[in-house]
């Protein structure tokens, strides 16, 4: 079946440093993905989303590029900033399903 | 638009009693998930609704958790009789079905001794 494999964190970095935090997803067909933002003791937002290969979705300074060769969407930020400490979701949404597979999360610490 | 709207924030409760968890979903939207999210296993989808019909329960863990959605407006998440490893964060969420984006609720913190 469909599933979404992210990075294990956490991950620490410094005020300003480059992020990226690695997804990729196994699915039939052309599934659309996602990055969802977990801040503490908050439900999940949409952080930015891609329906269609080599789609880039793009927000708050993030970025994340539809790779079809390689099934992978990995969030990259260049510069990071202490709000931006959360966990972030990798998601897929595949064929005529309203179903959303989620990864792991990853928690990103972002320290001044 | 007020967003996704679950009670109680929080619950805690004893061991064998009913739990009940209330969600609202966003007016016009017409599907609703639940999910549940443990340190343990991360966030699982447990039940979803189209225009009040379940279409996938396959998440659900067992036969003490059952799901409602009476009209559109109005969810039920229920437990019964509630265990200690039923502790985690249970989320709301809603969309309209033919949109990609889920709206997420600020989830119930739900405890048993």
């Known amino acids: 079946g469909d599933s979404v494999t992210q990075m294990e964190g956490p991950v620490t970095l410094s005020e300003e440093a480059f992020l990226t935090i690695n997804c990729t997803y196994t699915?039939?067909?052309?599934?659309?993905l996602f990055w969802y933002v977990q801040y503490p003791g908050e439900g999940l937002q949409l952080l930015l989303k891609?329906?269609?290969?080599?789609d880039k979705g793009s927000n708050k300074g993030f970025e994340a590029t539809y790779r079809k060769e390689t099934t992978s969407f990995h969030l990259e930020k260049g510069s990071v900033q202490v709000s931006d400490s959360a966990v972030y979701f990798c998601?897929?949404?595949?064929?005529?399903?309203?179903?959303?597979?989620f990864g792991t999360g990853t928690l990103l610490a972002v320290q001044p | 638009d007020a967003g996704v709207i679950q009670s109680p924030r929080h619950e805690v409760t004893e061991m064998g009693q009913e739990v009940t968890l209330r969600c609202k979903p966003i007016?016009?939207?017409?599907?609703l998930f639940w999910y549940r999210q443990t340190m343990m296993r991360g966030l699982e989808l447990l039940i979803y609704?189209?225009?009040?019909?379940?279409?996938?329960d396959s998440g659900m863990p067992e036969d003490r958790f059952s799901a409602k959605m009476p009209n559109a407006s109005f969810s039920t998440l229920k437990i019964q009789p509630s265990e200690p490893r039923d502790s985690a964060v249970y989320f709301c969420?809603?969309?309209?079905?033919?949109?990609?984006?889920?709206?997420f609720g600020p989830g119930t913190r739900l405890t048993v001794l």
């Open positions: 998601a897929l949404r595949g064929g005529a399903t309203n179903k959303l597979i």
């Open positions: 699915a039939t067909g052309y599934p659309s």
């Open positions: 891609a329906t269609k290969a080599d």
């Open positions: 007016s016009g939207h017409n599907s």
């Open positions: 609704f189209n225009n009040n019909v379940p279409i996938d």
């Open positions: 969420a809603s969309n309209v079905a033919a949109n990609n984006e889920q709206f």
